[in-house]
T-cell receptor
Framework: KNQVEQSPQSLIILEGKNCTLQCNYTVSPFSNLRWYKQDTGRGPVSLTIMTFSENTKSNGRYTATLDADTKQSSLHITASQLSDSASYICVVTGTASKLTFGTGTRLQVTL | KAGVTQTPRYLIKTRGQQVTLSCSPISGHRSVSWYQQTPGQGLQFLFEYFSETQRNKGNFPGRFSGRQFSNSRSEMNVSTLELGDSALYLC??????????????FGPGTRLTVT
């Protein structure tokens, strides 16, 4: 069964600190992997999208990595800001464009 | 370009009633997907439409249905509402239906509360 597991489930960090969110998947075959940021009460917004051949992709302070061999991805946030407080969702596209969603990591950045 | 719009933004219904939600994709986008989001289950795929045809369907009961019009606008309908249908319903549009590297753009969602 195709699954996407994210860890940790929730995280609290101080403003200015870095953090890394994990995503492990069993989806096969694999088409692409996306990271979304979702603010409370809003729709998800895309941060990065990576295909099989890409190892790293950055979007400002967000850097996603992908290891297709171990089926793992991470999202690294540098110098966190209060506005980074949100849920981060990992989504993997498999065959027939079927999307499998992780349940997300809830990040809270505090002063 | 205007983003994905969803109406209404909030809705309160009673068990047993039915509801219709609307989604207008970004201009030029022909693929529209619907998702249900609940705190416990996260985002779950309902169905995807492309050029007025349902291309993919998730594992939801037949009470959940949808359609897409010639202008790519889409509606989803839930009949005989249950308390468990309370959720945020999200619509997403994209240029392509292949789900390859085409970006999906989400709307703000419709918050449905069933009492």
């Amino acid at each position: 069964k195709n699954q996407v597991e994210q860890s940790p489930q929730s995280l609290i960090i101080l403003e200015g600190k870095n953090c890394t969110l994990q995503c492990n998947y069993t989806v096969s075959p694999f088409s692409n992997l996306r990271w979304y940021k979702q603010d409370t009460g809003r729709g998800p917004v895309s941060l990065t999208i990576m295909t099989f051949s890409e190892n790293t992709k950055s979007n400002g302070r967000y850097t996603a990595t992908l290891d297709a061999d171990t089926k793992q991805s991470s999202l690294h946030i540098t110098a966190s800001q209060l506005s980074d407080s949100a849920s981060y969702i990992c989504v993997v596209t498999g065959t027939a464009s079927k999307l499998t969603f992780g349940t997300g990591t809830r990040l809270q950045v505090t002063l | 370009k205007a983003g994905v719009t969803q109406t209404p933004r909030y809705l309160i219904k009673t068990r047993g009633q039915q509801v219709t939600l609307s989604c207008s994709p970004i201009s030029g986008h022909r693929s529209v997907s619907w998702y249900q989001q609940t705190p416990g289950q996260g985002l779950q795929f309902l169905f995807e439409y492309f050029s007025e045809t349902q291309r993919n369907k998730g594992n939801f009961p037949g009470r959940f249905s949808g359609r897409q019009f010639s202008n790519s606008r889409s509606e989803m309908n839930v009949s005989t509402l249950e308390l468990g249908d309370s959720a945020l319903y999200l619509c997403a549009s994209s240029l392509d239906d292949s789900g390859s590297s085409y970006e999906q753009y989400f709307g703000p969602g419709t918050r449905l509360t069933v009492t």
